[in-house]
């Protein structure tokens, strides 16, 4: 549901806002900067990665992928183990959330 028709009356009170995204899976992220005022702004979602929700990626190429089928033995690798530096904007990558339940 979008806040966005209640911006004005939070601002005249005060209130401040905070985009989540959660699931039924579990709390996924969080925006920390809410733009309403620009409707082409976009704040990039912050990954909650301390609450029980695993995240791994899996590239997409065929070793990993079969006309979009996740193959049995493809490569995950969980997102903690990347660093900023060895992402390359060139390759698409799936992203795999596992719950602990």
Excluded: W
């Excluded at 939070?10 to 900067?33: R, T």
């Excluded at 033995?73 to 719950?99: C, G, S, W, Y």
């Amino acid at each position: 549901m979008s806040a966005k028709p209640y911006i004005e009356f939070f601002k005249k009170l005060g209130i401040p806002q905070i985009g989540v995204y959660n699931a039924s899976e579990g709390y996924f992220g969080y925006q920390d900067v809410v733009n309403y005022d620009n409707e082409n702004a976009q704040a990039p979602y912050q990954l909650v990665i301390n609450h029980g929700i695993f995240f791994e990626l899996v590239e997409f190429c065929g070793d990993n992928f079969d006309n979009g089928i996740l193959k049995q033995n493809a490569k995950a690798i969980p997102l903690r183990e990347v660093k900023q530096h060895q992402i390359d904007q060139k390759k698409r990558f799936a992203l795999v959330m596992t719950n602990n339940s």
